[in-house]
């Protein structure tokens, strides 16, 4: 039973540029969050799908937005990328109301 | 922003040495959760604990809960080297709300061998 998987693993981008990332969920689980983490500092929440539609959101700006497709996979996009977007991106899988939540390896952004 | 606050923020033992970790918090919460994260990979589910709890128990782990003074601790037992990883608490707010789970910054536990 594969966990929740991401990709890429590490991606190097410009300022200025635009970057997707991509997150297959834990089979089974319908509910996908995105969170972003910082060198040094705990993760963040920044938005949630369910039925394919945002369901939850953190305190990120719009240049963040996210995507969740019939299958449940998701797609986490950055706009106007800045040097402070550098980070590890984590995606986390769930079903509905449990409280039992898998994290994805992640993908590391750096923003030059 | 960080709802929860790791103590210490990081802390060396000697293998075969118990760890603690503290984490307290702001707001009502319905459960708290702790998770383990090595150097730049994913993070691991370790235990949840719920707000009507007190104390749980998963192997070498030990969690306690206090919703009075809204803190947490993580007792790991009989360190191992490969427990060298950071620790987060996660909290789950009471009532939902927006912000999913709010992690605190973490303890980073080293265990010398």
């Known amino acids: 039973d594969a966990g929740v998987t991401q990709s890429p693993t590490h991606l190097i981008k410009t300022r200025g540029q635009q970057v997707t990332l991509r997150c297959s969920p834990k089979?089974?689980?319908?509910?996908v969050s995105w969170y972003q983490q910082a060198l040094g500092q705990g993760p963040q929440f920044i938005f949630q799908?369910?039925?394919?539609?945002?369901?939850q959101r953190g305190n990120f700006p719009d240049r963040f937005s996210g995507h969740q497709f019939p299958n449940y996979s998701s797609e986490l996009n950055v706009n106007a990328l800045l040097l402070g977007d550098s980070a590890l991106y984590l995606c986390?899988?769930?079903?509905?109301?449990?409280?039992?939540?898998?994290f994805g390896e992640g993908s590391w952004l750096t923003v030059v | 922003s960080q709802q929860g606050e790791e103590d210490p923020q990081a802390l060396s033992i000697q293998e075969g040495e118990n760890a603690t970790m503290n984490c307290s918090y702001k707001t009502s919460i319905n459960n708290l959760q702790w998770y383990r994260q090595n150097s730049g990979r994913g993070l691991v589910h370790l235990i949840l604990?719920?707000?009507?709890?007190r104390e749980k128990h998963s192997g070498r782990l030990r969690v306690t809960l206090d919703t009075s003074k809204k803190s947490s601790s993580l007792l790991i037992t009989a360190s191992r080297a490969a427990d060298t990883a950071s620790y987060f608490c996660a909290t789950d707010r009471d009532g939902g709300g927006a912000d999913g789970l709010t992690f605190g910054k973490g303890t980073h536990l080293i265990i010398q061998p």
């Open positions: 089979s089974g689980h319908d509910t």
């Open positions: 604990i719920r707000s009507n709890e």
């Open positions: 799908y369910y039925e394919e539609e945002e369901r």
């Open positions: 986390a899988s769930s079903l509905p109301g449990s409280s039992a939540i898998y």
